[in-house]
């Protein structure tokens, strides 16, 4: 294999100049930041946490240092070892243009300089007029408050993450694309969480009963049987609530199932640039909280438990049940989602696109709340002017400290661990996240890194937890074959120590697209060898570099490469046109 690496290196020199230097800038910025790669976080535990502080007046608090913060872990005061103030762990500077042919996925050029911000439109826990209402008062925050250099991207979701605009600081393609977004019904169930409000939640189950006990009574009803006080008969009835719980039910495992794919998502992409990053969800509901260790009912599981005397709504009693049961059923899967989140330094600003009205659904209000809690970011709910929240998102990065430290509690367990930062600041106020779940990818139960590539080939924004740059070029050698070569940031791969050396498993892909979206084929490589010190420093300096040719199919338009760290699963990707000429 190494003889492989030391014949292609003639063929990459071009690609090499011009990226190696990169290299070496983004390795001196880590060294002065003293901020780790996601490697080293991986396989020394080292927990980054995001601190906004501010005064009384919610001003940023610039000039802190480490010695004005205390850091404890489940009561246990721990070391700071990693601590950058505000503006300096952020995105490198743009690079120069990428030559014809050449890709990349590094920060410099998926997000560079500044602030990592996205905005999401959540059309899946959004009912249809609030979404409309969310696009309106986004364009009013485009047109009167967003400043150019400010950098956003806008994501929706609908039945999975879709790019409604990348990265960028021109605030007018920023409104083109508010502008031509159309809200949407979704394609499964009601939007709404039923609760047991009046006026709130998804009323359709009361209404198909309601119609029905306006019919005609049946015989067995004249025959004197059993009957609701409306007149329909129990057994109906009983038949029509196990109806209407079983369509609440799938509408909300649904909407979990696309929630925790978002998220997932969301960490792939963003996993990979420097820095705080903040999400602005708007959204009328999300399904689950970030916390499956908080035994706080909400008022919908609560009202459950007490006699109701038959005078709820199915969809009351559906939503208490589905409660109960996802506030603890999912909690693998949370932790997971939690875990990915905080490894990737997410903060969620959950925002309620239902503005300031009237009987609006406190649980669903409680659920951004925590979810803000768990993630570092703050809610918004209650309010006319939603916009106010992305402003706010916006200015807490500028007052952001990064504070880090290697855990005495070296026993990776899955458990959920609390966080305490303190000040002796008089009038600070600070804002981060108030734990994280002590999980370690390589050790979950079942975890396939093969799933993680195959969900990052089909993500709408490409993965940048593992960096590197590529060359698509026709094959001068093989007539219909393009030669694909990659360069892969070594740093961001782990390692294994080994006898002899540091061993390292890597895999590479590329997969062929038609221009409507559907995959046509798909090839890989695999490296899984141990190099000796020397020649890893080597990989180290100058990147790993592996050369692969593929046949695109007829029809194929578009390339999405990808490189997966194979003992981690971590993944980055890369789109590129096919060009066969």
Not at 421 to 436: D, F, I, N
Not at 516 to 544: A, D, P, R
């Amino acid at each position: 294999m190494l003889g492989n690496f030391v014949r292609r290196c003639s063929a990459l020199l071009g690609l090499l100049a011009m990226l190696a230097g990169q290299n070496a800038v983004l390795a001196q910025q880590a060294s002065d930041t003293q901020i780790p790669s996601p490697t080293i976080r991986v396989t020394t535990h080292l927990v980054l946490v995001d601190v906004v502080a501010t005064d009384k007046e919610d001003k940023a608090v610039l000039g802190l240092k480490p010695e004005n913060f205390t850091v404890e872990e489940n009561g246990k005061k721990e070391k700071i070892s990693v601590f950058v103030p505000p503006g300096q762990n952020q995105p490198p500077a743009p690079g120069p243009a990428l030559p014809p042919g050449i890709y990349s996925n590094r920060s410099q050029y998926r997000s560079p300089g500044g602030p990592i911000t996205v905005l999401l439109l959540d059309a899946a826990n959004t009912q249809f007029k609030d979404q409309a209402y969310a696009r309106l008062q986004m364009l009013k925050f485009v047109r009167e408050q967003y400043k150019p250099g400010q950098r956003m991207a806008v994501l929706t979701l609908t039945d999975s993450l879709h790019v409604l605009q990348d990265f960028t600081t021109d605030p007018q393609l920023l409104y083109n694309a508010l502008g031509h977004y159309t809200p949407q019904e979704r394609p499964f169930g009601s939007a709404g969480r039923p609760t047991n409000q009046a006026g709130a939640g998804a009323p359709a189950p009361s209404t198909v009963v309601t119609a029905l006990d306006a019919s005609t009574p049946s015989p067995s009803d004249a025959a004197g049987s059993a009957t609701t006080p409306r007149g329909t008969p129990l057994f109906m009835a009983a038949g029509l609530q196990n109806f209407a719980d079983a369509a609440v039910s799938y509408d909300l495992e649904r909407r979990t199932d696309i929630t925790f794919q978002a998220l997932d998502a969301l960490a792939r992409t963003l996993g990979g640039l420097p820095g705080r990053k903040n999400v602005m969800w708007v959204t009328g509901d999300l399904p689950f909280t970030l916390n499956p260790e908080n035994r706080s009912m909400t008022d919908t599981e609560l009202s459950e438990t007490l006699p109701s005397f038959d005078t709820r709504r199915v969809g009351e009693h559906s939503a208490g049940d589905y409660a109960a049961t996802a506030r603890t059923g999912g909690a693998e899967q949370i932790r997971e989602a939690d875990a990915r989140l905080s490894a990737a330094q997410i903060a969620i600003y959950p925002v309620d696109a239902r503005g300031l009205s009237i009987n609006l659904n406190q649980d669903a209000q409680e659920v951004m709340r925590q979810m803000a809690s768990d993630t570092g970011g703050r809610a918004y709910v209650n309010q006319n002017e939603i916009k106010q929240g992305v402003e706010r998102a916006l200015e807490d990065t500028a007052a952001t400290y990064t504070v880090g430290y290697y855990t005495s509690n070296q026993k990776w367990d899955g458990k959920y661990r609390s966080i305490k930062v303190k000040s002796e600041r008089q009038g600070l106020k600070l804002q981060y996240r108030r734990g994280y779940f002590a999980l370690d990818p390589t050790q979950v139960k079942g975890y396939k890194p093969a799933q993680e590539v195959a969900a990052a080939l089909s993500d709408a924004v490409p993965a940048t937890q593992v960096a590197f740059s590529a060359r698509v070029l026709p094959s001068p050698a093989a007539k219909g074959k393009v030669g694909v070569d990659f360069l892969v940031d070594a740093s961001t791969l782990s390692t294994e120590d080994a006898s002899g050396g540091k061993k390292m498993d890597v895999l590479f892909y590329a997969t062929a697209f038609s221009q409507n979206g559907k995959m046509l084929s798909s090839e890989s490589q695999k490296v899984q060898q141990t190099f000796n010190s020397n020649v890893y420093q080597q990989i180290l300096q100058h990147g790993m570099m592996l050369h692969m040719d593929m046949a695109p199919p007829p029809g194929a338009t578009q390339l999405r490469l990808a490189v997966q760290d194979g003992r981690t699963g971590l993944v980055g990707t890369i789109d590129a046109p096919l060009k066969m000429d």
